[in-house]
């Protein structure tokens, strides 16, 4: 069963929101709806944070669709409240703040752990670089961070330098990226302690404590998921666009729906680049013309069809890959092998859409400032 969002939509316009007048439709409370096969998730934003009104309105959406539309369907319900006009302004503001000198900023987001974020991450990097840009690379995942080793760099620590008056932390360079990792300031064992604000904290200050210098590109391996953490860092710099890595298994594909959702949440509102099929396929290195789609076949593919967002590409399934990571030499580093090939054209297919998007994205508020940098980095 596929589920049809017009048929959802006018289910919801039935119901209203407890207290108010007009159907939630029409009032504006249901933000967004994304469908999946059987499944649903509806973005619901409400005025008032009272819980029985917040509870009322999820069991609501849940039974009109059950009953009008499919009562089989997954039905999942996020609710956000609207924020006051002045906490508003300053949510805005401080979404828009530029980061001198940073030409876009593309955030590289999973719904699942252990889907190859940061091996994706890494090696669009590096190949970004290979094709001249100048690139940056944040390392976010507080969960696990795995910049440092990626890039061989893991006994480092980035220094202090004085920037017009100002003491701001120089990133380590290596392969031609410049690189801050949450993980040069904890020991494995003490991950655990960057939580929310503490790790929203930190994050902060090596975005805009950070000497970075000139940038085409800072890529921002977030952690995975869609929690608290997200929300801050996704406030705090203005997105040029998100891509989210997923395996074309059903589990992967399920949570990279809910990142792609979350990015497209009208209070979140940054624009989903695309997605990219990781672990495709299995090629063995002594039989490179064959592949086993040991994970299912062109999952994400289809999912992004589903979604309406570009496909990137996809990366096989290769020892050398997993290899070339655990001893801190990106894949992408090499030239004309099936791996940097791969990377090579999601690397380009990326940034076309970055060029689209800043040539083509209306004139938000929180996204201008980026929009406006955006072109002049890609174009040059
Ligand atoms: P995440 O950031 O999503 O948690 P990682 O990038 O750390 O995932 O990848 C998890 C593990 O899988 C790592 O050991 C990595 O080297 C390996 N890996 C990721 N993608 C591939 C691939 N396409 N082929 C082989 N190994 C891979």
């Not at 029985?52 to 956000?80: L, P």
């Not at 120089?170 to 801050?180: A, D, E, N, T």
């Not at 039989?287 to 990137?312: Q, R």
Request: glycine letters at 8%.
């Amino acid at each position: 069963m596929k589920l049809n969002k017009e048929d959802i939509k006018k289910a919801l316009s039935t119901i209203s929101v407890a207290g108010e007048g007009q159907n939630m439709v029409e009032s504006g409370a249901v933000q967004n709806i994304v469908t999946f096969g059987d499944e649903v998730i509806v973005d619901l934003k409400l005025s008032t944070p009272a819980l029985n009104i917040r509870k009322r309105a999820e069991v609501d959406v849940m039974k009109v669709i059950h009953e009008k539309v499919y009562e089989k369907a997954k039905v999942e319900v996020k609710v956000s409240v609207e924020t006051s006009s002045s906490q508003k302004k300053e949510t805005n503001e401080i979404k828009g703040k530029p980061i001198p000198g940073i030409k876009n900023i593309v955030a590289v987001a999973s719904g699942k752990g252990g889907v190859g974020k940061s091996t994706i991450t890494a090696n669009l990097a590096v190949s970004l670089s290979k094709l001249g840009f100048k690139v940056g690379l944040l390392d976010a995942d507080i969960y696990g961070p795995s910049g440092p080793i990626m890039f061989n760099v893991a006994n480092e620590k980035p220094l202090s330098v004085n920037v017009g008056g100002k003491s701001k932390m120089k990133p380590i360079q290596s392969y031609g990226v410049k690189m801050l990792s949450i993980g040069f300031f904890t020991k494995p064992d003490q991950a655990v302690i960057w939580r929310g604000p503490m790790a929203a904290k930190a994050l902060n200050q090596m975005i805009f404590d950070a000497d970075w210098g000139e940038l085409d590109f800072l890529l921002v391996d977030l952690p995975p998921g869609t929690g608290d953490i997200h929300l801050s860092i996704m406030q705090s710099m203005p997105i040029t666009g998100a891509v989210v890595v997923s395996t074309p298994q059903n589990v992967a594909l399920a949570d990279a729906k809910k990142g792609v959702a979350m990015f497209n949440q009208e209070s979140i509102n940054v624009p989903v680049l695309g997605i990219v099929e990781n672990m495709a396929y299995f090629t063995p290195a002594e039989l490179p013309d064959h592949k086993y789609y040991i994970f299912g076949e062109k999952g994400a593919s289809y999912l992004a069809k589903d979604l309406d967002v570009p496909f990137l590409g996809e990366i096989p399934l290769v020892q050398s890959l997993r290899e070339s990571g655990d001893i801190g030499r990106p894949a992408a580093l090499q030239d004309d092998t099936l791996l940097s090939n791969a990377f090579l054209e999601l690397t380009r297919n990326v940034v076309q859409q970055v060029v689209d998007r800043n040539e083509n994205l209306p004139e938000t508020e929180a996204i201008q400032i980026t929009t406006m940098a955006g072109c002049s980095a890609v174009n040059k």
